[in-house]
């Protein structure tokens, strides 16, 4: 490969840039170290990462390099080739960077904020979502799920009003408790209870009523 040193001539006392190609062969801290024909070449050898070189240099990888001058600071200015093509990471300002692997991209910061005047989508056969606080606020919101299962400990809604529609309805708790501070309605077909050891009705007022039969069934029977 070809790596002549190309000279820019500045009209002042200020030392000569002198551009180069060279190979990365290591990396210690922030400097990156390159390979000893580079270094013959009149190349210091090391270099720091330029801020407009957002590619984050890779061992093998082919960079351009701007020296100053022994006493001044050599930068890598560009990735020119990469030794492996299958990924790269985007070096940011502010400790944030994006990595691609195999088709594949994550992004690395200490927050993400993504923000879209009309509609932000997401299409994917799978979605994950993990985090230890979680919120979320709409004003309208409609869900369409073919098979919902949740793990949750604790939950507390509060609504104005709920309206539900189900086909079949399972539930099953260890204890329940209900308070309704008016009226408590219930239309069906047929009504079955089934309790184990004892059940406890108290009103004000209490009224049966059947257009057919009334059947009470007891070893014994208490009325008064």
Not at 50 to 59: D, G, K, L, M
Not at 148 to 168: K, N, P, W, Y
Request: hydrophobic letters at 45%; aromatic letters at 4%.
């Amino acid at each position: 490969m070809n790596r002549k040193l190309f000279t820019m001539a500045r009209p002042s006392d200020v030392p000569a840039i002198c551009l180069a190609y060279a190979t990365v062969t290591g990396r210690a801290d922030r400097w990156y170290l390159f390979d000893a024909a580079d270094a013959a070449d009149a190349l210091p050898p090391r270099a720091m990462r330029a801020e407009s070189c957002v590619i984050a240099p890779e061992c093998g990888d082919t960079v351009l390099v701007a020296a100053g001058g022994p006493s001044a600071i050599s930068y890598v200015l560009a990735v020119l080739a990469r030794a492996q093509t299958s990924g790269a990471a985007l070096v940011l300002p502010g400790d944030v960077a994006v990595h691609t692997e195999g088709g594949a991209l994550r992004i690395e910061a200490a927050s993400v904020d993504m923000k879209a005047r009309q509609t932000l989508r997401m299409q994917a056969p799978e979605v994950l979502m993990t985090g230890l606080h979680g919120e979320m606020k709409f004003h309208h919101v409609e869900a369409a799920i073919q098979q919902l299962h949740a793990g949750l400990g604790s939950v507390r809604t509060i609504a104005q009003q709920v309206t539900s529609t189900v086909g079949r309805l399972i539930q099953r708790a260890r204890d329940s408790v209900r308070w309704i501070d008016n009226a408590d309605d219930t239309c069906a077909g047929r009504v079955s209870m089934r309790i184990e050891e004892r059940m406890h009705v108290s009103a004000r007022h209490a009224t049966i009523l059947a257009e057919g039969q009334v059947k009470i069934d007891a070893d014994k029977i208490d009325l008064g």
